[in-house]
């Protein structure tokens, strides 16, 4: 298996890549500089196979027309990335890759942050060798569900 990406588009969103021949796991935030994420894709894309799971989301009801606007440029860009960068890819919801990775759904008591949170310590324990933040917490989840889905392992 080739070396697995997962998107997470949002604002403070990130991507992770799975290094289909360690297991290594390798993040970047999407606040950095678009050449820096490119430089980083297109370095997974020269070294060998690889596939990326994108996120695929949508505005949500009362997101404000401003921050649905940035979402949606956001989303664009790193489809135009792996566009650009000739990388394969897929969209996958939230609740897919988070059904897939068993992850148990937000409940109605618990907030936003602490549900990222809770994401955050759960790529932390497959992961324990690596730091976990919040903005690449997503991303490195959405490679796990690619690795198992390409592995057979769903």
């Not at 290094?19 to 894309?45: K, M, Q």
């Not at 596939?51 to 989303?75: D, I, T």
């Not at 937000?106 to 976990?132: C, N, Y």
Request: aromatic fraction near 8%; include cysteine.
């Amino acid at each position: 298996m080739g070396h697995i990406i997962g998107i997470d588009p949002g604002a403070s969103g990130g991507a992770a890549v799975i290094h289909g021949t360690t297991g290594s796991v390798e993040t970047i935030r999407l606040t950095e500089t678009a050449a820096d994420i490119v430089a980083f894709l297109d370095a997974i894309r020269a070294s060998g196979d690889c596939f990326a799971h994108l996120e695929r989301v949508n505005a949500f009801p009362g997101q404000g027309v401003s921050s649905s606007f940035k979402f949606g440029m956001s989303y664009g860009r790193c489809q135009g990335w792996l566009d650009a960068l000739g990388i394969p890819y897929d969209l996958v919801t939230p609740q897919t890759w988070q059904k897939g990775l068993r992850i148990a759904k937000r409940g109605k008591v618990e907030s936003k942050t602490d549900f990222k949170r809770r994401l955050r310590g759960d790529a932390q324990r497959l992961f324990p060798d690596i730091g976990v933040g919040l903005a690449t917490a997503d991303a490195i989840l959405i490679a796990e569900y690619g690795r198992r889905k390409r592995g057979g392992c769903l």
